[in-house]
């Protein structure tokens, strides 16, 4: 893996940011570490260790995934970013469960401040302690207004994310059960451009409506200003790999929210939006195809 490594420091001179990327083909432990252990904003990603909490205390009993869940008005009323809970009505009552998947699959940092005040924010950082990611945790909830938006969010590393991923594909977060049922809602995540975005098109769009593509991916992404971030298990007829891909200092900024909290449309072109993405297919040749240089676009 030293041509990989080579190529991820030449794309990394040419991208205003800094990148940390940690990739591992699950079969025989062929490993990617490239500043994977530098500190990074950890943005939404990190609501993957809001889930694993989630997942420990239902084990412990605490409360079930089924219980209702009832949107806090403080909530819809002082949180912005991504999801769809904040266009609707105070009051809505959907289960832990659904909470779960809105934070998940469209990144709803209303959900996952709803979580966070179930589980409670000390609680998450324990479990990130827990699980070895020794440079992760939050200092507060996910976009405020007002003092709280002041704060820093948090800290964390590519490393780290392969640490939980790899947990997860071995069934040791919580237990192999809840593992399991962790990685089925992350496969519904809505946002996996980062990772899939150049892969070859064949082998990521299912030939009818009703089948699966044939590389799936469990991941969870997130985005802040100059940040952008992306982890999960690629999943593939050769081979599962963990994929850990991490950017910060970018300084186009065209993707992010603005510091107003109003929202800006992401730029498909934006450079933090494809430099994950060449490096996602980087690793991929290497992995399942055994080449070191991505095959040209």
Request: some cysteine; glycine content about 6%.
């Amino acid at each position: 893996m030293k041509d990989v490594v080579k190529i991820l420091s030449r794309i990394d001179a040419e991208f205003s940011g800094d990148l940390g990327v940690y990739a591992k083909r699950m079969d025989t432990g062929e490993t990617v570490n490239y500043r994977a252990a530098e500190a990074n904003p950890p943005a939404s990603t990190v609501k993957a260790v809001v889930l694993a909490e989630v997942f420990r205390q239902v084990g412990e009993g605490h409360f079930d995934l089924d219980d209702p869940n009832q949107l806090a008005p403080e909530n819809v009323e002082r949180t912005f970013g991504s999801g769809v809970l904040r266009d609707l009505a105070p009051g809505l009552t959907l289960s832990v469960r659904d909470m779960c998947t809105l934070m998940m699959a469209v990144s709803d940092n209303v959900a996952t401040n709803q979580m966070i005040q179930l589980v409670g924010l000390d609680e998450v950082n324990q479990m990130a302690a827990r699980l070895g990611m020794k440079s992760t945790y939050i200092n507060r909830a996910m976009i405020h207004v007002g003092e709280e938006a002041e704060i820093p969010f948090g800290e964390t590393s590519a490393l780290d994310f392969g640490v939980l991923f790899e947990a997860l594909y071995r069934g040791e977060v919580v237990s192999a059960a809840a593992s399991r049922e962790m990685l089925e809602i992350m496969l519904k995540n809505h946002y996996k451009t980062d990772i899939l975005r150049y892969l070859p098109p064949d082998l990521i769009r299912p030939d009818s409506p009703a089948s699966e593509p044939i590389v799936r991916v469990a991941s969870k992404s997130g985005t802040t200003t100059g940040v952008k971030c992306s982890a999960g298990i690629v999943y593939s007829p050769r081979c599962d790999c963990v994929i850990s891909l991490f950017s910060r200092n970018c300084t186009d900024r065209m993707s992010v929210v603005d510091e107003d909290c109003s929202d800006r449309p992401p730029t498909v072109d934006n450079e933090n939006q494809l430099v994950l993405p060449r490096v996602s297919r980087l690793l991929f040749d290497a992995f399942h195809l055994g080449t070191a240089e991505p095959e040209p676009r």
